[in-house]
């Protein structure tokens, strides 16, 4: 027995994980990538395959009213402590983007599970659509058990052939007006502790396996649309338009200056143009903005600069323009103490004590507003995600998988002592 309790063991094996992966993405990939996008039938598979891997584990596997799987490991008094992510994907993603996690969290259980009694229940969670890559909304799962989605607005998202959210989930067993009940699956939860790829360059050019996550960057993003007036591209002249496709251009130039003002992140990822012909000046184009930053006050500005550089191209081609927000998230730091958790596990593995924001949003962004939340991030090769290239060295999928077993280990430790985790 340790101080804390618990036996000591052998450990995870870093090599199972990896092995399960890769059973996973020959189940539910195709030659462009992993298919596993929620709500639909390769989904499904890749969830019979997490339940199959489950088996023979003295859990208890249900899905709760949001969709999200969980396998609950029993242990002393209470304070759960929660594992996992997701294992949608968006279309011709990556192997390890979600199933990474997921697997990690398996491979946990597995371990915990051999060594005897714990001092407080663990659980595993499969969140539900975290992607959105049907429906163009993230996070379904995990914001529904973190109390943070709007129903009314996700009861009328439509996918690409029509089909709305509402009766899509309905047929996997998840009942919008239910939504709520899932809430309580995390009442008196100690902590949310979640494995992730990267997914961005960083570890890899600073010669990093692993490193723990401060916390996942704020998000806003607008939909931009400049007014002008359709005219003839030949019979127009130059000092005579209304180019609302000029105005959007000088906009997307300024989204990336206060990006690199700021040392944070903008993109105009989409432009429409109408009537978006070769023949014709563009008498409207909207552009979707994207821009991200750690800090609220730094994110704030480049709002505030690039609307400020959309009214003055407006201007200057004699537009009108629009503003409409699409998504806000504000910066989410971790909890501090399962922060420094996790910064110590890395340190004692590889004598680094880097701790990097999250540039990408994850469950554990929702869940970090409702139970004390902390991440490990394992590198991406070339920072590539959401493509099949994807791809992570194995040690350093190993090495993660131990990282976050020791983590796991230490929270359980700390709550078994009664030190809130916060
Ligand atoms: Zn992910």
Same mark, same amino acid.
């Given at each position: 027995?340790?101080?804390?309790?618990?036996?000591?063991?052998?450990?995870?094996?870093?090599?199972?994980?990896?092995?399960?992966?890769?059973?996973?993405?020959?189940?539910?990939?195709?030659?462009? &990538?992993?298919?596993?996008?929620?709500?639909?039938?390769?989904?499904?598979?890749?969830?019979?395959?997490?339940?199959?891997?489950?088996?023979?584990?003295?859990?208890?596997?249900?899905?709760?009213?949001?969709?999200?799987?969980?396998?609950?490991?029993?242990?002393?008094?209470?304070?759960?402590?929660?594992?996992?992510?997701?294992?949608?994907?968006?279309?011709?993603?990556?192997?390890?983007?979600?199933?990474? &996690?997921?697997?990690?969290?398996?491979?946990?259980?597995?371990?915990?599970?051999?060594?005897?009694?714990?001092?407080?229940?663990?659980?595993?969670?499969?969140?539900?659509?975290?992607?959105?890559?049907?429906?163009?909304?993230?996070?379904?799962?995990?914001?529904?058990?973190?109390?943070?989605?709007?129903?009314?607005?996700?009861?009328?998202?439509?996918?690409?052939?029509?089909?709305?959210? &509402?009766?899509?989930?309905?047929?996997?067993?998840?009942?919008?007006?239910?939504?709520?009940?899932?809430?309580?699956?995390?009442?008196?939860?100690?902590?949310?502790?979640?494995?992730?790829?990267?997914?961005?360059?960083?570890?890899?050019?600073?010669?990093?396996?692993?490193?723990?996550?401060?916390?996942?960057?704020?998000?806003?993003?607008?939909?931009?649309?400049?007014? &002008?007036?359709?005219?003839?591209?030949?019979?127009?002249?130059?000092?005579?338009?209304?180019?609302?496709?000029?105005?959007?251009?000088?906009?997307?130039?300024?989204?990336?200056?206060?990006?690199?003002?700021?040392?944070?992140?903008?993109?105009?990822?989409?432009?429409?143009?109408?009537?978006?012909?070769?023949?014709?000046?563009?008498?409207?184009?909207?552009?979707?903005?994207?821009?991200?930053?750690?800090?609220?006050?730094?994110?704030?500005?480049?709002?505030?600069?690039?609307?400020?550089?959309?009214?003055?191209?407006?201007?200057?081609?004699?537009?009108?323009?629009?503003?409409?927000?699409?998504?806000?998230?504000?910066?989410?730091?971790?909890?501090?103490?399962?922060?420094?958790?996790?910064?110590?596990?890395?340190?004692?593995?590889?004598?680094?004590?880097?701790?990097?924001?999250?540039?990408?949003?994850?469950?554990?962004?929702?869940?970090?507003?409702?139970?004390?939340?902390?991440?490990?991030?394992?590198?991406?090769?070339?920072?590539?995600?959401?493509?099949?290239?994807?791809?992570?060295?194995?040690?350093?999928?190993?090495?993660?998988?131990?990282?976050?077993?020791?983590?796991v280990c230490r929270v359980i430790a700390r709550s078994a002592g009664g030190d809130a985790a916060g």
């Amino acid at each position: 027995m340790t101080s804390s309790g618990l036996r000591r063991d052998a450990g995870p094996d870093g090599a199972r994980v990896v092995a399960m992966l890769r059973e996973l993405a020959d189940l539910t990939s195709d030659e462009a &990538g992993a298919q596993r996008v929620a709500w639909t039938g390769v989904w499904q598979k890749a969830r019979a395959f997490l339940r199959e891997q489950l088996r023979g584990l003295p859990v208890t596997v249900r899905t709760d009213a949001a969709g999200n799987q969980w396998a609950r490991l029993p242990g002393g008094g209470s304070g759960v402590v929660i594992i996992g992510s997701h294992l949608d994907s968006v279309p011709d993603g990556g192997w390890l983007d979600g199933a990474y &996690g997921v697997m990690c969290a398996v491979e946990v259980l597995r371990s915990l599970a051999a060594r005897g009694p714990l001092p407080c229940p663990v659980a595993l969670v499969e969140w539900a659509d975290e992607e959105g890559a049907r429906f163009g909304h993230s996070l379904f799962g995990s914001s529904a058990v973190a109390g943070t989605l709007n129903v009314a607005e996700v009861r009328e998202l439509a996918d690409a052939s029509g089909l709305r959210l &509402g009766d899509v989930v309905a047929e996997h067993g998840v009942h919008l007006d239910r939504l709520d009940e899932a809430r309580q699956e995390i009442r008196g939860a100690r902590a949310y502790l979640e494995a992730h790829i990267e997914q961005g360059p960083v570890l890899e050019r600073e010669g990093l396996p692993i490193s723990a996550v401060s916390g996942t960057v704020g998000v806003e993003r607008h939909r931009v649309t400049f007014r &002008g007036q359709t005219a003839h591209s030949g019979s127009t002249p130059m000092d005579m338009r209304r180019d609302t496709f000029l105005a959007a251009a000088a906009t997307a130039l300024a989204v990336r200056e206060s990006a690199v003002r700021h040392r944070g992140v903008g993109t105009v990822g989409a432009a429409r143009l109408r009537p978006g012909i070769v023949t014709a000046v563009a008498g409207e184009t909207a552009i979707l903005v994207d821009q991200r930053h750690p800090d609220a006050g730094a994110l704030e500005a480049m709002r505030g600069e690039v609307r400020r550089a959309a009214e003055e191209a407006a201007r200057a081609e004699g537009c009108a323009v629009s503003w409409e927000p699409v998504f806000q998230t504000a910066p989410q730091p971790f909890a501090a103490g399962l922060v420094d958790v996790v910064r110590e596990v890395c340190t004692e593995l590889t004598g680094h004590a880097r701790v990097l924001p999250s540039w990408a949003l994850h469950d554990a962004t929702p869940m970090a507003g409702a139970v004390p939340t902390a991440m490990l991030f394992t590198s991406s090769a070339k920072g590539i995600s959401h493509a099949r290239e994807e791809d992570t060295p194995e040690d350093h999928l190993r090495l993660g998988v131990e990282a976050f077993y020791r983590t796991v280990c230490r929270v359980i430790a700390r709550s078994a002592g009664g030190d809130a985790a916060g």
